[in-house]
């Protein structure tokens, strides 16, 4: 693959990556205790949870074209974090008896819905309303297809270098996908600051700043990839 | 669409249940979940306690790293031609070690740092709660790296996955975590945390810290937390990673890549489905708090 087509698929997935860890639904640790909305854990955490899955489906995919690769990480990591936001709605429900609500919308964008009257008095909402959880779809099929294009990319980089056994070049080529996805989830979670209930959070403006970092930071990325494939070369070029 | 190799994907699926109810059960007992900020504010509220507190590190990157270090030395054993079986329980078993030693330190430093809040260290309260730890963190590394195992064996000539053994331990290790966390967290931190506080609410911000410290006869303990939430949250967290697993690999077993793509799309649209309707019984059931 030529240098210009890995940086740019790096730098689109790295891109996608943190654009939809900005959609995804959580809530940190006051979720967990039904103080916040949102899924209770970390955000880049729960990304990475989500795009490593998508990374797996994305990658049983191999030989197929970008686009394909790209489409089975997107629906990896969209089961991962539907079946997860289910699973914790069933805990807030039946578990703890609480009646999933965002504290950030009054009416629910998505179902029309009242939320305020739902929300307990002296908290922030809590469980994972219609609209986090179609908002934490959109995260994963942003997220996973962008962990798939790097994944796709960089393999296609080390593709027919000397002295790699096909076993020996897939290890290396998931540990530097895995590498650029949690670089590019943590970006994004530190431009969020904290918990963010999805895109109609007032905290998603800060999407663009968030998406920009993630293009420079894989970019820089992508010209490591580059230089990588480039050192590991033995003298006489690709085989 | 070949039985072999459904069968395995099952064998897998089953194996991630059993793996993701005793990783719960296990960070739950620990309290390496979100809930651990309560367990840590306690003190300084007032609330002295005799829960174990490891949480250094989140759950997704713990089990990352105990499942790595299982699966590498699985890893290493089967390239010398040991037994499967024998591989993988001598790997989980170097991971539970190293996890009860990382139990045993991050409780002490934890605990310690909160004497300047007269909490005592209670050396009982860490001891009895290692052997359940121990126990549930084996079954949970034994189940990654079997189902790990099970997708690099090659079946028909042919192995389900191109990735290595050590490196799919580490992300289902990850996954299984963020799961976890995600999940059954909100069983201890929303209800067993909080248990002499009235069912059917959100906890407030303002009753943060006050946690459940008695228990039916006694002190509230770590076991007790376990106890809890193995009847709930535990095994939903297993069903939730079992079906990841198992979804994961039999979509393309059964419809091929594209009608797997596909299948995969439609699972998703069905799981919304599903929520939609659980949030309306929800509402309909337990109604508003206020008008």
Same mark, same amino acid.
């Given at each position: 693959?030529?240098?210009?087509?890995l940086?740019?698929?790096?730098m689109?997935?790295?891109?996608?990556?943190?654009?939809?860890?900005?959609?995804?639904?959580?809530?940190?640790?006051?979720?967990?205790?039904?103080?916040?909305?949102g899924?209770?854990?970390?955000?880049?955490?729960?990304?990475a949870?989500?795009g490593?899955?998508?990374?797996?489906?994305?990658?049983?995919?191999?030989?197929?074209?970008?686009?394909?690769?790209?489409?089975g990480?997107?629906?990896?990591?969209?089961?991962?974090?539907?079946l997860?936001?289910v699973?914790?709605?069933?805990?807030?429900?039946?578990?703890?008896?609480?009646?999933?609500?965002?504290?950030?919308?009054?009416?629910d964008?998505?179902?029309?819905?009242?939320?305020?009257?739902?929300?307990?008095?002296?908290?922030?909402?809590?469980?994972?309303?219609?609209?986090?959880f179609?908002?934490?779809?959109?995260?994963?099929?942003?997220?996973?297809?962008?962990?798939?294009?790097v994944?796709?990319?960089?393999?296609?980089?080390?593709?027919?270098?000397?002295?790699?056994?096909?076993?020996?070049?897939g290890?290396?080529?998931?540990?530097?996908?895995?590498?650029?996805?949690?670089?590019?989830?943590?970006?994004?979670?530190?431009?969020?600051?904290?918990?963010?209930?999805?895109?109609?959070?007032?905290?998603?403006?800060?999407?663009?700043s968030?998406?920009?970092?993630?293009g420079?930071?894989?970019?820089?990325?992508?010209?490591?990839?580059y230089?990588?494939?480039?050192?590991?070369?033995?003298?006489?070029?690709?085989? | 669409?070949?039985?072999?190799?459904l069968g395995?994907?099952?064998?897998?699926?089953a194996?991630?249940?059993?793996?993701?109810?005793?990783?719960? @059960?296990?960070?739950?007992?620990?309290?390496?979940?979100?809930?651990?900020?309560?367990?840590?504010?306690?003190?300084?509220?007032?609330?002295?306690?005799?829960?174990?507190?490891?949480?250094?590190?989140?759950?997704?990157?713990?089990?990352?790293a105990?499942?790595?270090?299982a699966?590498?030395?699985?890893?290493?054993?089967?390239?010398?031609?040991?037994?499967?079986?024998?591989?993988?329980?001598?790997?989980?078993?170097?991971?539970?070690?190293?996890?009860?030693?990382?139990?045993?330190?991050?409780?002490?430093?934890?605990?310690?740092?909160?004497?300047?809040?007269?909490q005592?260290?209670f050396?009982?309260?860490?001891?009895?709660?290692?052997?359940?730890?121990?126990?549930?963190?084996?079954?949970?590394?034994?189940?990654?790296?079997?189902?790990?195992?099970?997708?690099?064996m090659p079946?028909?000539?042919?192995?389900?996955?191109?990735?290595?053994?050590p490196?799919?331990a580490?992300?289902?290790? @990850?996954?299984?975590?963020?799961?976890?966390?995600?999940?059954?967290?909100?069983?201890?931190?929303?209800?067993?945390?909080?248990q002499?506080?009235?069912?059917?609410?959100?906890?407030?911000?303002?009753?943060?810290?006050?946690?459940?410290?008695?228990?039916?006869?006694?002190?509230?303990?770590?076991?007790?937390?376990?106890?809890?939430?193995?009847?709930?949250?535990g095994?939903?967290?297993?069903?939730?990673?079992?079906?990841?697993?198992?979804?994961?690999?039999?979509?393309?077993?059964?419809?091929?890549?594209?009608?797997?793509?596909?299948?995969?799309?439609?699972?998703?649209?069905?799981?919304?489905?599903?929520?939609?309707?659980?949030?309306?019984?929800?509402?309909?059931k337990?109604?508003?708090?206020?008008?």
């Amino acid at each position: 693959m030529d240098p210009i087509t890995l940086l740019l698929l790096i730098m689109i997935g790295g891109i996608l990556i943190g654009g939809g860890v900005h959609f995804i639904p959580v809530g940190g640790a006051p979720a967990a205790m039904a103080t916040a909305t949102g899924v209770g854990t970390g955000t880049a955490m729960l990304a990475a949870g989500a795009g490593l899955s998508g990374l797996v489906t994305a990658a049983s995919m191999s030989g197929q074209p970008f686009y394909i690769i790209a489409l089975g990480g997107a629906v990896g990591a969209m089961l991962m974090i539907a079946l997860t936001m289910v699973t914790a709605n069933l805990i807030y429900v039946f578990g703890a008896g609480i009646v999933p609500s965002s504290a950030k919308v009054e009416i629910d964008p998505i179902t029309g819905r009242n939320q305020e009257k739902y929300v307990t008095p002296g908290t922030e909402g809590h469980g994972i309303p219609t609209v986090c959880f179609v908002s934490g779809l959109l995260g994963g099929l942003l997220g996973g297809a962008g962990g798939g294009l790097v994944y796709y990319a960089i393999s296609e980089g080390f593709k027919g270098l000397n002295g790699f056994t096909p076993e020996i070049a897939g290890g290396l080529v998931a540990i530097v996908a895995v590498g650029i996805f949690f670089i590019n989830s943590v970006i994004a979670s530190y431009n969020i600051g904290g918990t963010i209930e999805g895109f109609h959070d007032p905290k998603f403006k800060r999407i663009g700043s968030g998406i920009i970092s993630c293009g420079i930071a894989s970019l820089v990325m992508g010209a490591f990839v580059y230089l990588l494939t480039i050192g590991v070369l033995p003298i006489g070029g690709v085989a | 669409m070949d039985p072999l190799t459904l069968g395995i994907v099952a064998l897998m699926g089953a194996a991630a249940t059993i793996a993701g109810a005793s990783e719960d @059960i296990e960070t739950d007992i620990g309290s390496e979940s979100n809930p651990n900020s309560q367990v840590q504010l306690a003190p300084q509220m007032g609330h002295l306690h005799r829960f174990i507190n490891k949480a250094v590190a989140g759950e997704p990157v713990a089990y990352g790293a105990w499942a790595g270090i299982a699966g590498t030395i699985a890893f290493v054993l089967l390239n010398l031609h040991i037994m499967p079986i024998l591989a993988i329980t001598v790997g989980a078993a170097v991971g539970t070690l190293i996890l009860v030693v990382y139990t045993i330190t991050s409780h002490m430093g934890r605990i310690v740092s909160q004497s300047q809040f007269q909490q005592p260290l209670f050396m009982d309260a860490l001891l009895e709660a290692l052997g359940p730890i121990a126990g549930h963190g084996f079954i949970a590394l034994f189940c990654i790296v079997g189902l790990s195992t099970l997708i690099v064996m090659p079946i028909n000539g042919t192995p389900l996955h191109i990735f290595p053994l050590p490196l799919l331990a580490v992300i289902w290790g @990850i996954t299984l975590g963020a799961i976890g966390s995600s999940t059954g967290d909100v069983h201890y931190g929303s209800e067993s945390e909080y248990q002499h506080y009235p069912f059917g609410g959100g906890i407030p911000v303002a009753n943060q810290g006050d946690i459940t410290t008695k228990a039916e006869l006694g002190a509230k303990n770590s076991i007790d937390v376990g106890n809890f939430c193995a009847k709930f949250g535990g095994p939903l967290t297993g069903i939730c990673f079992g079906f990841l697993v198992f979804f994961s690999f039999w979509i393309t077993v059964v419809f091929g890549l594209i009608g797997g793509l596909i299948a995969g799309l439609v699972i998703v649209l069905l799981l919304l489905f599903i929520n939609e309707r659980l949030e309306n019984f929800a509402r309909t059931k337990y109604g508003p708090y206020k008008e």
